[in-house]
């Protein structure tokens, strides 16, 4: 539809980063925007990009303070749950929309963190390596490698940090298929709320204590940077792993990978790091207790899908002078006086 023929307006909408956009919905956001793609995703750079531009859309680019003063914008679109590259409290003082696509990639996200679960207790990437390297098991003797011997989930007991729309999935998955004890930590949520999701609410450090398997669904914030550090580490369990598919620096890498290499713990599976792309030297890619992946919890065909209709939609709205369903900074426009409380 083009809101153009509606009375509305045509905003320049400008990609900060190279986002996976099907060609189909850049068809159909040319008929509510003028598209633009951005050359470089540095401050300065974008910064002389987006002095027209209506809507910045960014996966990964920093979208600075700078960056925002340099466009008449109306909207922020973080492409993905997260939204920690965005100077929230510059767009606030502009009166500048901050939306994400929240619940769009919940499913994706919980699946991959099992999937991490069982490839760590399977031993399933030394098993296929050892496969590849046409090996089987001792054919003489029909005894197993110590280390091709796994572990089941069944029964183990997990600990969520964070219970929102992602951990609350890991609940149900783990708790419904594999009968897993569910613990959980989270300041916003009652414990109410946690028994409706089968989980036993208790503070951080009882959850390291007790859990065979952590895994951490929360947001990048001052609060929540390095959660999980040395002392947390350190209260957990020889044999239990550690899951983190929120942000890289919610957990204290240099500590995570001293108490994998002295074998304080026993694995953790990594798909986020506290620098992307992962450097060649790091040391996480030399260990043989992790299973990493490149940032993709969130990446399936059905997630993408949701995140180019969400898209479309927020985009639209602000088109004719409405407000985006997935607001962030609500709460700071209106007490900027950029919004009413009831809106």
């Known amino acids: 539809m083009d809101t153009r023929k509606e009375g509305g307006i045509c905003p320049t909408l400008i990609f900060a980063d190279r986002c996976s956009v099907s060609d189909e919905a850049i068809s159909k956001l040319e008929a509510v925007a003028r598209v633009k ?5 540095r401050e300065e750079a974008l910064a002389k990009e987006v002095t027209q531009a209506n809507v910045i859309v960014a996966e990964y ?6 960056v925002i003063n340099s466009a008449p914008l109306r909207m922020i679109i973080a492409y993905g749950v997260g939204y920690n590259h965005i100077d929230v409290d510059a767009a606030s003082e502009k009166g500048v929309f901050v939306t994400n696509f929240r619940g769009s990639n919940s499913e994706a996200v919980a699946e991959l963190t099992v999937c991490m679960m069982l ?32 572990t089941e989930l069944y029964g183990k007991t997990l600990g969520i940090v964070g219970i929102g729309e992602i951990g609350k999935r890991v609940a149900r998955i783990c708790g419904k298929g594999f009968s897993m004890r569910i613990l959980a930590t989270d300041p916003f949520v009652t414990r109410e709320q946690a028994q409706e999701i089968g989980a036993e609410l208790i503070d951080l450090e009882s959850l390291l204590r007790s859990s065979d398997i952590v895994t951490v669904h929360v947001p990048l914030s001052a609060e929540t940077r390095c959660l999980i550090g040395a002392k947390e580490i350190g209260l957990m369990k020889k044999s239990a792993c550690l899951i983190n598919t929120s942000r890289g620096f919610v957990a204290d890498e240099a500590a995570l990978i001293q108490a994998l290499k002295e074998r304080k713990i026993a694995a953790a599976g990594l798909d986020v790091f506290q620098k992307e792309p992962i450097s060649t030297d790091n040391p996480l890619l030399g260990l043989d207790n992790t299973v990493l992946s490149p940032h993709i919890a969130g990446s399936t065909r059905e997630s993408f899908e949701a995140y180019e209709r969400i898209l479309l939609e927020e985009v639209t709205r602000v088109a004719r002078g409405e407000l985006p369903k997935n607001l962030v900074n609500r709460s700071q426009l209106a007490a900027r006086g950029h919004l009413r409380p009831d809106n």
Do not use: F, Y
Not at 37 to 41: G, N, Y
Not at 133 to 145: D, H, M
């Open 119 to 150: 490839a760590l207790l399977r031993n399933l990437r030394e098993c296929d390596q050892h496969i590849r390297n046409k090996r089987w098991k001792n054919v003489e003797s029909g005894k197993l490698p110590d280390w091709m011997i796994g």
């Open 37 to 41: 793609w951005a050359v470089s995703d």
């Open 61 to 66: 680019a920093p979208i600075t303070r700078k």
